[in-house]
């Protein structure tokens, strides 16, 4: 028996190893692609106040707006506290202050711990799969090239933000959840806790989501088996969560404050709802936009979505049939009445995983479900989901693709290979219902993967850049440079803001202390400086060009340069908003007015 059970270990182990392997040089290619030519474009919007602050992290030890020359808060200061710190979780500044240290203040610096964490989460995302599915090496082949070839993914590990840590974070949590009950061991408990807190300050919305998706999870699947020593265990570490994340909110003055709450530090002021909606309306029509935007943009592809709800469907009617009758007998009349176990068996196949791997896309649909509930987003000025805010979730729901992919093997290898390569190098999964791209206006439909590989392995010609490059060549030291959008702003001060500074960006109703910024001794009001420089970006706005005249100012400026670029920057990751080439500026571009009297 002994010989037995070994000789089906070795035969199992030998089958494994070729999926093993293939996995493994998936991984080191994703790596690849994660890492290669980090500086192929200029930061955008949001990377460069991130990197920014790791800057004044790097240089003074503190997480503060002011680096001695400019100023980055969001509009009229807005999202700095009285200290003039950034309220913002703190520990993507720390990771690009990291970056920084090994690799100088450039965009490597900047992106390549988050690169590399995006790549560690890959390689958690595979023990994750061996843990649940450890029988089915192909399997996890699979749906791990789902994953590790997912253009989507790869291009927020490639970002200086909070994205490849939210999906470490999550994925990590689970795997820990896991291992603890497997072995009831409580040292994990803290250590769980740990990656709890590590979630928070890595995105305050993304934590909460990550927390509550594993409550959520624990009460469907364990609540039952865990006894009343855990379920305190359970609370301790929870209150020491909450405990820490509240002190950090209150020290930074965001709960407790004369500013308490974050929408008291919104960059911008928020929009109010006019409409004649109920709240309960709106809550249902956001849970809508957000579901309907991973169907749009292929993270979960609608025909794959139908299958797997069918085959869930077909099991629930099997195991229901066969519960009927208490005797042997009567399960035996109720199949062969209904002939249900027949069915399922030819459709999905013996020993086909579906609760296993039903359970990792479950725990990636809780996350979006909550990342949803959370997000700050006003749905009634842009009825898009903003995908970064439920990124975390995707390798999750690509299981589903995984697994049809197996389903389809099982049927037939080339049935198999074909779904693979379908899935994995197209977006035909969303079609005809795929998101239009909000800049250009066309679909997003594409062979994504090998766009991705294009676009990193050569130079993407973006406005951020080519501005800067423009500031740096033709300003001199010191000039005061006026840019009325705080992104671009922000931007700029990240790559220009050693050469020139960036002014008039307060008025007098700013929340920031008047004498903190008298202190400063900058041209930061707008009532009290007049500027050498004036950019203006004429972007695409719900799909009119933005007008733009220079009357005003013909008469102290003079338009220097239309840099013909489009001036928004669509190398940000989200494929609602990505080109993976450069757009035709058209009729657009960026504006350069110089004072006359220089």
């Keep these: 028996m002994s010989?037995?059970?070994?000789?089906?270990?070795?035969?199992?182990?030998?089958?494994?190893?070729p999926y093993t392997a293939a996995s493994m040089g998936v991984l080191l290619v994703a790596a690849y692609l994660c890492l290669v030519n980090l500086d192929y474009a200029a930061l955008w919007h949001d990377?460069?106040?991130?990197?920014?602050?790791?800057?004044?992290?790097?240089?003074?030890?503190?997480?503060?707006?002011?680096?001695?020359?400019?100023?980055?808060?969001?509009?009229?200061?807005?999202?700095?506290?009285?200290?003039?710190?950034?309220?913002?979780?703190?520990?993507?500044y720390v990771l690009n202050a990291m970056g920084f240290a090994l690799f100088g203040v450039?965009?490597?610096?900047?992106?390549?711990?988050?690169?590399?964490?995006?790549?560690?989460?890959?390689?958690?995302?595979?023990?994750?799969?061996?843990?649940?599915?450890?029988?089915?090496?192909?399997?996890?082949?699979?749906?791990?090239?789902?994953?590790?070839?997912?253009?989507?993914?790869?291009?927020?590990?490639?970002?200086?933000?909070?994205?490849?840590?939210?999906?470490?974070?999550?994925?990590?949590?689970?795997?820990?959840?896991?291992?603890?009950?497997?072995?009831?061991?409580?040292?994990?408990?803290?250590?769980?806790?740990?990656?709890?807190?590590?979630?928070?300050?890595?995105?305050?919305a993304g934590g909460a989501a990550t927390m509550l998706s594993l409550a959520a999870y624990h009460l469907l699947f364990r609540a039952r088996a865990t006894t009343r020593r855990e379920w305190a265990l359970f609370a301790i570490c929870g209150a020491a969560v909450a405990a820490v994340g509240s002190s950090?909110?209150?020290?930074?003055?965001?709960?407790?404050?004369?500013?308490?709450?974050?929408?008291?530090?919104?960059?911008?002021?928020?929009?109010?709802?006019?409409?004649?909606?109920?709240?309960?309306?709106?809550?249902i029509e956001r849970?809508?936009?957000?579901?309907?935007?991973?169907?749009?943009?292929?993270?979960?592809?609608?025909?794959?979505?139908?299958?797997?709800?069918?085959?869930?469907?077909?099991?629930?009617?099997?195991?229901?049939?066969?519960?009927?009758?208490?005797?042997?007998?009567?399960?035996r009349r109720a199949q062969r009445a209904n002939d249900g176990a027949?069915?399922?068996?030819?459709?999905?196949?013996?020993?086909?995983?579906?609760?296993?791997?039903?359970?990792?896309i479950l725990m990636g649909a809780l996350f979006a479900l909550f990342s949803a509930m959370l997000s700050v987003q006003l749905i009634w000025l842009n009825p898009f989901a903003d995908l970064r805010y439920y990124m975390g979730a995707l390798p999750l729901l690509l299981a589903m693709k995984g697994l049809f992919v197996e389903w389809a093997w099982?049927?037939?290898?080339?049935?198999?290979?074909?779904?693979?390569?379908?899935?994995?190098?197209?977006?035909?999964?969303?079609?005809?219902?795929?998101?239009?791209?909000?800049?250009?206006?066309?679909k997003t439909l594409g062979l994504h993967l090998f766009e991705f590989v294009r676009e990193v392995h050569r130079p993407y010609r973006d406005s951020i850049s080519v501005v800067s490059s423009y500031l740096l060549q033709n300003a001199e030291r010191d000039d005061l440079v006026y840019v009325q959008d705080f992104a671009y702003r922000e931007v700029l001060t990240f790559y220009a803001g050693d050469h020139v500074r960036f002014c008039c960006i307060l008025d007098e109703t700013t929340p920031l202390p008047k004498d903190k910024i008298a202190a400063l001794n900058a041209p930061l009001y707008i009532e009290q400086n007049t500027p050498d420089w004036i950019i203006f970006f004429r972007q695409l706005q719900l799909g009119t060009a933005e007008q733009f005249t220079v009357e005003p100012f013909t008469a102290i400026y003079e338009v220097v340069a239309q840099l013909e670029v489009y001036p928004y920057p669509t190398q940000r990751p989200e494929l609602n908003m990505h080109a993976f080439s450069p757009l035709d500026p058209g009729g657009r571009g960026v504006f350069i007015l110089r004072r006359q009297e220089k």
């Excluded at 070994?6 to 190893?17: D, I, M, N, V």
């Excluded at 949590?173 to 990656?195: D, G, H, K, T």
């Excluded at 009758?325 to 009567?330: D, F, M, V």
């Excluded at 290898?413 to 206006?441: C, D, E, K, Q, R």
């Design 106 to 204: 450039n965009e490597i610096g900047a992106r390549v711990v988050h690169a590399v964490i995006g790549i560690v989460a890959l390689g958690v995302f595979y023990l994750l799969l061996c843990q649940h599915l450890p029988k089915y090496p192909r399997l996890r082949f699979f749906i791990f090239a789902f994953a590790a070839g997912s253009a989507q993914l790869l291009l927020y590990f490639r970002q200086s933000r909070y994205f490849s840590m939210m999906v470490l974070a999550l994925i990590l949590l689970f795997y820990l959840y896991e291992r603890y009950w497997q072995s009831r061991n409580s040292a994990y408990l803290p250590v769980i806790a740990l990656v709890a807190v590590l979630s928070f300050f890595n995105h305050y």
């Design 287 to 331: 849970i809508w936009i957000y579901t309907r935007e991973l169907f749009t943009v292929d993270w979960i592809s609608w025909p794959v979505f139908l299958w797997f709800v069918g085959v869930i469907l077909l099991t629930w009617q099997v195991h229901r049939k066969q519960a009927v009758g208490a005797s042997r007998q009567a399960r």
């Design 248 to 283: 950090y909110l209150y020290w930074l003055g965001v709960i407790g404050g004369e500013r308490s709450g974050f929408m008291e530090f919104a960059g911008q002021s928020p929009t109010p709802y006019q409409g004649d909606k109920s709240g309960l309306v709106l809550f």
């Design 47 to 92: 990377e460069a106040p991130a990197a920014f602050f790791g800057k004044t992290l790097l240089q003074q030890g503190s997480i503060t707006g002011w680096d001695g020359r400019n100023l980055v808060g969001g509009t009229n200061g807005r999202t700095l506290n009285e200290e003039l710190r950034d309220v913002l979780p703190p520990l993507m």
């Design 410 to 442: 099982r049927r037939h290898a080339i049935a198999g290979a074909v779904a693979l390569s379908v899935l994995l190098f197209t977006s035909v999964g969303a079609a005809p219902f795929n998101m239009v791209m909000y800049f250009s206006g066309q």
């Design 3 to 17: 010989d037995l059970s070994t000789q089906h270990s070795s035969l199992a182990a030998r089958l494994a190893a």
């Design 342 to 360: 027949p069915i399922a068996q030819n459709i999905l196949g013996d020993d086909f995983p579906l609760a296993a791997a039903g359970k990792i």
